[in-house]
């Protein structure tokens, strides 16, 4: 069984930084991508970045030049690094697995959640 499990999520300040991480346990042969997203609240939820497994990277418009995303395929881990944050950043934000393969499988996962919340 292959889980996702969130952390580093919290209450920050206008300006402040944090580091979210999220781990992929199981059986795991191989991920695909691993990304992150995030659901405002009355909002839909949307992609803040994603990362492939060879490195190359994507970020939604609004996050650029302020959020990291990294990975260590060692340990199915995906990083976020979040600077300069803005209230506007306040949002539950997920983790996602593409591509998960393990001795049965091939599919995608999500996390929990872990809430970020920015205070103005």
């Keep these: 069984q292959v889980q996702l499990v969130e952390s580093g999520g919290g209450l920050v300040q206008t300006g402040g930084s944090l580091r979210l991480s999220c781990a992929a346990s199981g059986s795991i042969f191989s991920i695909n991508a691993m990304g992150w997203y995030r659901r405002a609240p009355g909002k839909q939820r949307e992609l803040v970045a ?24 060692a340990k199915n881990t995906v990083y976020l690094q979040m600077n300069s944050l803005k209230p506007e950043d306040t949002a539950v934000y997920y983790c996602n ?12 996962y999500w996390g929990q959640g872990t809430q970020v919340t920015v205070s103005s």
């Design 50 to 73: 994603a990362i492939g497994s060879g490195g190359s990277t994507n970020y939604a418009d609004s996050v650029k030049g302020r959020f990291t995303i990294s990975r260590d395929n």
């Design 97 to 108: 697995a593409q591509g998960v393969a393990t001795i049965t499988s091939i599919q995608d």
